[in-house]
């Protein structure tokens, strides 16, 4: 044994091929999740930059403040509950038989 061999990943045995079920779920699964992380983002961001423009008070508060802070976390919130239903039914869809 010298050096080398500790540089080198030990031995894996080859992980059992997915079958094309698998794979469709995987992607569908990612696929939803990078929507909704992009509607997040936009929503985050939109939402902060363009608040300057929403210049009145709105219960003593700027109202721009209200909206970075209530919308943003609403829009959150609506976005958890839509995956956690969405991934609910991916599950059931691609449920092994049985």
Request: charged share 15%.
């Amino acid at each position: 044994m010298n050096l080398h061999d500790f540089d080198r990943p030990a031995a894996q045995p080859n992980p059992p091929p997915a079958s094309s079920r698998q794979l469709q779920y995987w992607q569908r699964t990612r696929r939803l999740t990078a929507w909704l992380l992009l509607l997040w983002l936009a929503v985050s961001f939109g939402l902060t930059y363009f608040a300057r423009e929403l210049s009145f008070a709105f219960f003593g508060w700027p109202f721009s403040f209200w909206v970075a802070a209530q919308g943003a976390l609403a829009v959150f919130c609506v976005i958890v509950a839509f995956y956690a239903r969405a991934m609910r039914k991916l599950d059931e869809l691609y449920a092994p038989p049985g």
